[in-house]
């Protein structure tokens, strides 16, 4: 870490930055970040969801006023300042899609709609805050902005921090808390790569880990070795009871 720089974070309203996260991972991403100490970030274009990729740019049209020449129903001086307003917003919304994304759930419990969904069969849970996340990364080249999602189905956007933090509603059920990593200096960033990643400590990262209920046997006691032997790192079975097929 260099003298005298610091990380830029930027927390929005209503962040408690002492806030547990949780975040749903395949097992061997697991192995990955332990062994090589650097944190995967995928930016938000590649995201399964087409609204990360794809601004709502109807929302964004419905937010000014028609303008139709000849009518009166805006004067020229305001019709050029919105359309103005309009352009930038759509210009940051385009940039936007590029940002490094984590996506966390400030569900404290674990839950098995997130198990099947992001975390089946060798998958885990690691656990941490708000706080501890930001604190691991040993790299301070970007700033780092955090907020919970909105499940607005991109209704009332105003701003481009109110595009960043709404889901559509049928994602609700995640109670997602979003990361965004944003370069310091004004270098041209490589976008050709899906993903980057930012180095990391793990020890301050992971407060714990979980295992999945739908691991096998073998892949739990291989897990719980690995980790015992190689980290420092608390790691659990889940609490999630149920009936595994048998190989």
Not at 49 to 77: C, Q, R
Not at 118 to 137: E, H, L, Q, R, W
Not at 165 to 188: A, G, L, T, V
């Amino acid at each position: 870490m260099e003298v005298g720089k610091e990380k830029i974070i930027y927390l929005m309203d209503g962040i408690d930055i002492q806030m547990p996260i949780r975040q749903y991972m395949n097992l061997e991403y697991l192995y990955q970040l332990l062994g090589t100490k650097r944190y995967f970030l995928r930016r938000k274009q590649y995201f399964e969801d087409m609204a990360e990729k794809k601004p709502p740019l109807k929302t964004v049209f419905s937010l000014f006023t028609p303008h139709i020449v000849g009518t009166g129903i805006m004067d020229e001086k305001q019709y050029q300042k919105e359309k103005k307003e309009l352009h930038e917003l759509i210009s940051k919304l385009q940039d936007a899609k590029n940002l490094p994304t984590s996506c966390w759930t400030k569900r404290n419990n674990e839950n098995y709609l997130m198990w099947k969904a992001y975390a089946p069969d060798n998958g885990v849970c690691i656990k941490s805050t708000i706080y501890n996340f930001m604190a691991s990364f040993i790299e301070d080249d970007y700033q780092i902005i955090c907020g919970e999602i909105s499940y607005n189905n991109y209704k009332g956007l105003r701003t481009i921090d109110d595009y960043l933090f709404s889901k559509h509603s049928f994602y609700s059920n995640e109670e997602e808390i979003r990361f965004y990593f944003d370069k310091q200096d004004n270098e041209e960033q490589e976008l050709t790569d899906e993903h980057v990643y930012i180095k990391v400590d793990p020890s301050v990262l992971i407060d714990e880990i979980i295992l999945s209920p739908f691991m096998d046997d073998k892949n739990v006691y291989k897990a719980i070795t690995i980790v015992h032997n190689n980290y420092n790192c608390r790691i659990n079975k889940s609490l999630v009871s149920i009936k595994r097929k048998q190989l």
